[in-house]
């Protein structure tokens, strides 16, 4: 079911999100939920909180090939190097802007199976795992924004900074 995705400045976004305790066919649903959310708007990542659920749970899908990637309870155990480009989120909508963040990341979850995983990522996955990491400590990616990136100049800006 695609879900209504809340809009700042919605209270519930700069919530701290609760540990899940147990992984049932609630969590499986709001899983399945997110995804189709996530799709729908043609989004790449999506946080419980973003639909009103406050619970340490998000979905990430960076390329349409790749695989969803459920995260349940995640925490980055490190991060190395240091990258800078742009995001933008759902529930701040025309909001673009550069970042910093690791190049490299190291996060432990629980999949949908209550396994408990180990991932390392890089690249622009790895930058989506710390900005959905931060939604569920209520930390939007705004507030650690370096620079405001109006829409009609992310392409110029992606051309100035990866045409080598
Ligand atoms: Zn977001």
Known sequence: MILPVLIMPDRRLKKRCYEVEEINEE???????LHETMQAHDG???A???VGVLAQICVIQVEEEDEVLELINPR???GT???LDIEGCLSLPETYG???RFAEITV???DREGELMEMTASGYLARCVQHEVDHLQGILFTEK???AIPPEKIEEWMEEHFND
């Open 81 to 83: 190097g240091e990258t």
């Open 145 to 147: 924004m370096v620079e």
């Open 98 to 100: 550069t970042v910093k």
């Open 76 to 78: 980055i155990l490190y």
């Open 27 to 33: 969590t499986w649903q709001l899983l399945d939920d």
């Open 48 to 50: 419980a909180c973003q």
């Open 108 to 110: 432990e979850y629980y």
């Open 44 to 46: 790449i990542g999506i």
